[in-house]
């Protein structure tokens, strides 16, 4: 495994940029390995014979300092996150984008009904790339095609996933919109969660504050952004 290096980065970085991160599974016993992941994973088998790897959930207990994520992937995505879980340095990350992590203070979005689409959000002025409308770190994230994996497993994991984080981030999760049709989490997922990509693969995230702002869209809304 080769560590990505940046030479002119932070004179001062934490712990987890000076080593490679353990790529580690539900047999990983020891815990320094398993960093720097809050709990050592939780795995499920494939059940389909081309997919090699495993589906886990892992853990951080918070976030850049702020609350945790749990994410259910492959131990091969996940690894590839850990370069990007702490940054203890926001400033050297804006002067890298050359924009400031700060929200436009203006409201340049509403709700609409999408004919045959639901509901999405929809850009009410022109907006400038690189923008930043809305702001949060997720709190769950989870691969968006869990068929390789037995659907009760990957239910099972779900479960955990959520159960890892603090009581107060539980709490937001479960008063979140639902439309009470199947598995509790499952259904919360659908109704509020966003597309995101990880490592190039498709994946689920859940931005509880965001979810709400919008006003607790329909489950599969499009994010339509138009000038």
Same mark, same amino acid.
């Given at each position: ?6 030479? /002119?980065?932070?004179?001062? !970085? &934490? ?39 495993? $589906?886990?959930?892992?853990? /951080? ?13 492959? !131990? ?8 990007? $879980? ?11 984008? &050359? ?20 509901? &999405? /959000? ?18 769950? #994230? ?12 990957? $239910?099972? $994991? #779900? ?16 008063? #979140? ?17 966003? &597309? ?32």
């Amino acid at each position: 495994m080769q560590c990505n290096h940046n030479p /002119v980065g932070p004179l001062n !970085p &934490g712990a987890h940029q000076k080593h490679c991160a353990a790529h580690v599974d539900d047999e990983t016993k020891e815990a320094t390995l398993r960093s720097p992941w809050s709990y050592t994973p939780i795995c499920v088998d494939p059940v389909d014979s081309d997919e090699p790897s495993k $589906l886990c959930t892992f853990t /951080v207990s918070s976030l850049r300092g702020g609350p945790g994520l749990s994410i259910i992937t492959t !131990p091969s995505i996940a690894a590839g996150m850990t370069r990007i $879980l702490q940054q203890p340095d926001i400033s050297w990350l804006e002067t890298s984008r &050359g924009v400031p992590f700060i929200p436009d203070p203006r409201v340049l979005y509403e709700v609409r009904q999408i004919h045959n689409k639901g509901y &999405g /959000v929809v850009a009410t002025a022109a907006i400038p790339k690189d923008s930043i409308v809305m702001l949060e770190l997720p709190v769950l #994230m989870k691969i968006s095609d869990p068929s390789p994996w037995s659907q009760k497993g990957a $239910l099972a $994991l #779900m479960q955990q996933a959520a159960k890892r984080l603090s009581g107060k981030e539980q709490s937001r999760l479960l008063q #979140m919109a639902r439309q009470d049709k199947g598995y509790i989490m499952d259904d919360i997922f659908r109704t509020n969660s966003f &597309g995101v990509t990880v490592e190039g693969v498709g994946h689920s995230a859940i931005y509880p504050e965001i979810a709400v702002r919008i006003g607790k869209l329909q489950p599969l809304c499009d994010i339509l952004l138009t000038s």
